[in-house]
């Protein structure tokens, strides 16, 4: 009897990854489309944080149809905020797929229930709005915003992510700077951190490390589940381009802080992601270089896997 338990069970574990992948090849047609280019740009309103002055700060975000057009879209009756000011900070290059909560936006104390719009039509002619409010279902914190990057599952809290603070970052040296077409711009930037919360793929509760394993092998053979994207936790420094359309290349590679869940794609939402080594004195030292002249901001964001923290840094490019 035993043994023919043991049998009818080693049948099970041989078929279900066959089923598994099966099921993964029906359901592709079915779900959802993805593209690499000439698709547009969604502005996302993230929720808001109270401030200790009494004020609010709107944070927005955007997802990005394509998986490889970044998109240039200037300020201006193609990209504003209404009412008031039309540049509230917002970006004007648009990196691949999703990024959140990428900016703020500070509005007073009284601003009671009035709406700001985020308004962006994308080079194919799409028009899209975000709608921010300070309804209380919005109200965002630390929990909230490592429940939605990833370093926590959807609708979970550990004393560990608790107790977390955002990385403290600073860059050293001037925050405006004149460089030429062609010559590397070095860049330096003081990161520091609590140490929270530990490196790692963030595991699910209550399975055991070889079932875990084991979903980690499934997760590869089906189509997402979560509700929310999954992310290696780990502290990184990374640059990226804000606004200008020039082309340009940071040395060494900067680790993705858009979400490519791709396998091996240096993202922290890609499987086989291994956070890079902190360096001891904290200091992260890189390398810009612009091929193209005009005015750029250039975006630093130091993330500990659960929480961030913004610089910027506005350079002149000559010929």
Do not use: C
């Amino acid at each position: 009897m035993l043994k023919a338990v043991k049998s009818a069970l080693n049948w099970v574990n041989a078929i279900v990854p066959t089923i598994v992948l099966g099921a993964a090849f029906i359901a592709a047609p079915v779900s959802a489309q993805t593209y690499i280019k000439g698709q547009h740009i969604e502005p996302a309103y993230e929720g808001y944080e109270r401030n200790a002055d009494g004020s609010f700060s709107f944070l927005f975000g955007y997802h990005n149809e394509n998986w490889e057009d970044e998109l240039d879209i200037p300020v201006g009756e193609n990209n504003f905020f209404s009412p008031g000011d039309e540049d509230r900070g917002q970006p004007t290059h648009f990196q691949p797929r999703r990024n959140r909560f990428t900016f703020k936006v500070r509005v007073p104390a009284d601003w009671g229930d009035k709406e700001l719009t985020w308004t962006i039509t994308s080079p194919n002619g799409e028009t899209r709005t975000a709608y921010a409010t300070l309804d209380k279902d919005y109200v965002v914190d630390h929990v909230v915003i490592a429940s939605e990057t990833g370093s926590l599952g959807a609708g979970t809290s550990t004393p560990e992510s608790r107790a977390n603070t955002p990385p403290q970052v600073s860059i050293i040296g001037d925050t405006v700077r004149s460089v030429r077409v062609g010559e590397p711009l070095e860049l330096r930037v003081q990161v520091t951190d609590d140490g929270l919360p530990q490196p790692g793929r963030v595991a699910s509760l209550n399975r055991s490390a070889s079932a875990n394993a084991q979903r980690e092998i499934q997760r590869f053979l089906r189509a997402p589940s979560r509700i929310t994207v999954g992310k290696v936790n780990g502290l990184f420094l990374s640059w990226s381009v804000y606004r200008g359309e020039g082309e340009t290349e940071f040395m060494p590679q900067q680790v993705k802080s858009w979400e490519d869940t791709r396998a091996s794609a240096n993202s922290p939402w890609g499987a086989y992601f291994k956070p890079p080594a902190v360096p001891e004195d904290g200091v992260y030292e890189s390398t810009v270089t612009f091929k193209e002249p005009g005015r750029y901001v250039l975006w630093a964001r130091a993330d500990d896997g659960g929480l961030y923290a913004d610089q910027y840094l506005e350079v002149n490019v000559t010929q």
